[in-house]
């Protein structure tokens, strides 16, 4: 599974599913500044509803900060294994990452993903309390697979015993 697909929209705030580096500074009303990317963890971990209530919190939050200078784009755990590398991502997820392309930096929170949390860490960024990091350039992004909404399923390749264990004889 890659780039995954889908997510709540509203008129003002858009969440765009991650597939070009072009989208670290887009936003529909013109250019941001900052670049929100939530990272969810594997729809095998959550399940479509887990994954549904990740974006409907990230939604919120967005449209909490609609008139600061975010764009907002989230992508599946381990589908961008470079990005989450660079961003020192670490296997947490759900997590959010905010990034300046401009600037080359970028802040992690340290504190637990709830919406409140996730408000303040924003205005944290944009007031300059949360502490940033450089990175010296930012990784192509991979292409992958869309989500279709629905739950994950898990791809087996079962032996036979016969193979396994094969015929003495």
């Known amino acids: 599974?890659?780039?995954?697909?889908?997510?709540?929209?509203?008129?003002?705030?858009a969440i765009q599913v991650l597939v070009h580096t072009v989208q670290f500074g887009l936003?529909?009303?013109?250019?941001?500044?900052?670049?929100?990317?939530?990272?969810l963890?594997?729809?095998?971990?959550?399940?479509?509803?887990?994954?549904?209530?990740?974006?409907?919190?990230f939604h919120d939050i967005a449209t909490e900060v609609a008139k600061l200078p975010f764009a907002f784009v989230w992508v599946e755990a381990n589908a961008q294994p470079?990005?989450?590398?660079?961003?020192?991502?670490?296997?947490?997820?759900?997590t959010l990452a905010v990034l300046s392309v401009?600037?080359?930096?970028?802040?992690?929170?340290?504190?637990?993903?709830?919406?409140?949390?996730?408000?303040?860490?924003?205005?944290?960024?944009?007031s300059g309390a949360e502490k940033s990091s450089k990175f010296a350039a930012l990784p192509s992004i991979a292409a992958?697979?869309?989500?279709?909404?629905?739950?994950?399923?898990?791809?087996?390749d079962e032996i036979s015993l016969d193979d396994l264990f094969g015929d003495d004889e």
């Open 41 to 57: 963890p594997h729809i095998l971990d959550s399940g479509a509803a887990g994954r549904e209530e990740y974006l409907r919190t």
């Open 27 to 39: 936003r529909q009303s013109g250019k941001s500044k900052l670049c929100a990317v939530l990272f």
């Open 102 to 126: 401009d600037k080359k930096v970028f802040a992690v929170p340290k504190i637990s993903w709830t919406k409140k949390n996730m408000g303040q860490f924003l205005s944290g960024v944009l």
């Open 82 to 94: 470079e990005l989450e590398s660079t961003l020192n991502i670490n296997g947490n997820f759900p």
């Open 1 to 13: 599974v890659g780039i995954v697909d889908g997510g709540p929209t509203v008129a003002l705030v």
């Open 144 to 156: 992958g697979s869309k989500w279709d909404g629905k739950d994950g399923e898990l791809i087996v």
